[in-house]
């Protein structure tokens, strides 16, 4: 059995954005796999679920490690989401194929996650502008049960019809009904509950489609270290970092989606790392201007002694 450099180069992009942001799998590896390294459709449908249920664990363990899953909120999920993603392959195959029903469905998703993205960053720059943060994130959240089973039905069956959709059309509909959700517990309960989900649409395809073992195989040689890499960055980092990494991951998919072209794709990554590091910046200069005001104060502190510090900062 042979590999494939491309397929490891893709696998290594992949798995990397999987496990920074939970998003990406379906709706970035399968087109690449259709568009620029010539898998067939089917095949590329089935690989991609195949090699999501390898690296999802290896993501969703590092999450595990460091306390970032919300459990109620996976159990909830995949009460929805398995059986509607083994349903979604029956109801696909029902339709013969439904190749031109899947085009449907991708559009609509496309539209739906850059609506998201685009709701996402009008609600940080409204933010910026009041000069205060978009909302008080907490992970101690109340659970809502009735809508998170819908949201794991419609989940489970879009993934089982397209592959698409197990992060990043979950993921835009726990922002919608949890906002006050941190970012790195968002993504590790997402890539938990799209563990049984894959698995679920995985077995329907492998019983009904076309699963080709060396794509699989090359992909996976990349997408393993690159998950688990990913994973421990977004468990760390602020959500300074992670959320606009979701909306570049967001407008990505949703472009490709809508069949934008690399072009377009290109400048959307210019310009979201561009940004990014611009965010960087700004947000290293706002802490070190921070720390040098402690600093000033606690040096004013030493020299005036606390209580007379105290007596000048609450204005006595």
């Given at each position: ?7 490891i180069?893709?696998g290594l ?9 939970g998003?990406g ?12 390294l010539?898998v067939?459709?089917?095949?590329a ?5 195949m ?5 999802k ?8 490690k460091?306390?970032?899953i919300?459990?109620?909120l ?19 195959q029902?339709?013969?194929g ?11 998703l496309g ?13 940080s720059?409204?933010?910026?502008r009041?000069g205060?943060?978009e ?5 101690r959240?109340r ?8 949201i ?5 069956v879009?993934?089982?019809?397209t592959?698409v959709?197990?992060?990043?059309l979950i ?10 959700l941190?970012?790195?517990r ?18 329907g ?15 996976l040689?990349?997408a ?21 990494a ?18 377009i ?13 611009g965010a960087l910046i700004?947000?290293?200069?706002r ?14 502190g ?8 105290l007596?000048?900062?609450s204005?006595?």
């Amino acid at each position: 059995m042979s590999v494939d450099v491309a397929l490891i180069v893709a696998g290594l992009i992949v798995g990397f954005t999987v496990g920074l942001t939970g998003m990406g799998g379906g709706a970035l590896m399968t087109p690449i796999l259709v568009l620029f390294l010539g898998v067939t459709p089917s095949a590329a449908v089935a690989s991609d679920l195949m090699a999501s249920l390898v690296m999802k664990p290896v993501g969703a363990s590092v999450h595990a490690k460091h306390g970032t899953i919300d459990k109620r909120l996976v159990g909830w999920l995949c009460l929805g989401s398995v059986p509607a993603a083994f349903a979604g392959v029956l109801i696909l195959q029902a339709m013969g194929g439904g190749a031109d029903f899947q085009d449907r469905i991708k559009v609509f998703l496309g539209i739906a996650l850059l609506l998201a993205a685009a709701t996402m960053i009008l609600k940080s720059v409204m933010a910026a502008r009041r000069g205060k943060p978009e909302v008080e994130l907490d992970d101690r959240i109340r659970i809502r049960p009735v809508p998170t089973i819908i949201i794991g039905i419609v989940g489970g069956v879009v993934v089982g019809m397209t592959s698409v959709g197990s992060g990043s059309l979950i993921i835009v509909a726990l922002l919608l009904l949890y906002p006050t959700l941190t970012a790195s517990r968002l993504v590790g309960t997402d890539l938990v509950q799209a563990i049984p989900l894959v698995a679920a649409a995985t077995l329907g395809h492998l019983l009904f489609g076309d699963f080709n073992l060396e794509v699989t195989t090359s992909l996976l040689i990349g997408a393993i270290p690159a998950v688990y890499f990913g994973a421990r960055v977004s468990a760390k980092a602020p959500d300074a970092i992670v959320r606009p990494a979701l909306v570049l991951v967001l407008l990505l998919s949703a472009l490709k989606l809508l069949g934008a072209p690399n072009q377009i794709l290109g400048l959307v990554i210019i310009g979201g790392g561009l940004g990014g590091l611009g965010a960087l910046i700004a947000t290293r200069i706002r802490r070190r201007n921070a720390d040098a005001t402690a600093q000033s104060l606690a040096d004013v502190g030493a020299e005036r002694g606390v209580p007379e510090l105290l007596a000048v900062s609450s204005g006595a």
